[in-house]
């Protein structure tokens, strides 16, 4: 029982370090949804994910500097977080990169698209079999919206997108975006102004020394 207890303790501090304490779900509202988002979304060719609890939207306390406005993502903990006044942040889950293949450093938001296309880098295509061309729908790896990072006016070639693999938020398996349920990323994109600072913290620069994706592998958010 001793050694629970330390456990648990030990648990709630590296979630606080996180900023997940005194979180308040912030629910999913259909109101962000056009007709358009509506459609595609109710023929997506995907099963409705479950979403653990830590990797669902919440509004948390944020302690970090950046500016309200700013994304940041920590990719240790599977979280990407949108800044608001007042030490708030909107906390959502995402799917990372895998280690050797994702971005870290500071960017901004060079564009934003609605339902985009998708054409694979060369590098995608040498290790996956892939299409050269993707148009757009909930079929797309892309999702429902997608905002390109960009470093001064040059196309980092990095995303924060959608996703139509749900099941994967909380994970380091993409080839380098970030990708968000769909019904987050829609969220996120019509809060995200264009030139919007991103800040994609390098390997053990996040705040929590806590990984989601470790507990969970123990059964802790099974």
């Not at 302690?63 to 959502?92: M, Q, W």
């Not at 959608?162 to 938020?169: A, S």
């Not at 806590?210 to 059964?219: D, H, I, L, Q």
């Amino acid at each position: 029982m001793a050694a629970r207890g330390l456990f648990v303790i030990l648990l709630g501090a590296g979630l606080g370090l996180g900023g997940c304490m005194q979180s308040t779900m912030e629910p999913a509202s259909e109101a962000n949804l056009t007709v358009r988002d509506k459609k595609l979304l109710a023929s997506a060719p995907y099963e409705k994910a479950t979403i653990p609890e830590p990797f669902k939207r919440h509004i948390v306390t944020y302690h970090r500097k950046e500016t309200p406005g700013s994304i940041v993502v920590d990719s240790d903990a599977r979280y990407l977080y949108y800044v608001l006044d007042g030490g708030k942040a909107i906390r959502y889950g995402v799917t990372v990169g895998e280690e050797a293949l994702a971005f870290a450093g500071v960017a901004k938001i060079g564009r934003k698209a609605e339902w985009p296309t998708w054409t694979p880098t060369a590098d995608i295509k040498r290790r996956m079999d892939v299409p050269n061309f993707v148009g757009p729908g909930p079929q797309n790896p892309m999702g429902a919206r997608a905002l390109y990072l960009f470093e001064g006016n040059k196309d980092t070639l990095y995303r924060i997108h959608g996703t139509n693999q749900p099941e994967y938020i909380g994970q380091a398996i993409s080839s380098g975006c970030i990708r968000m349920t769909n019904e987050d990323v829609i969220d996120l994109y019509n809060r995200v102004k264009p030139g919007a600072v991103v800040v994609v913290l390098a390997p053990k620069q996040g705040d929590s020394p806590f990984n989601p994706r470790v507990a969970s592998r123990g059964g802790l958010f099974n």
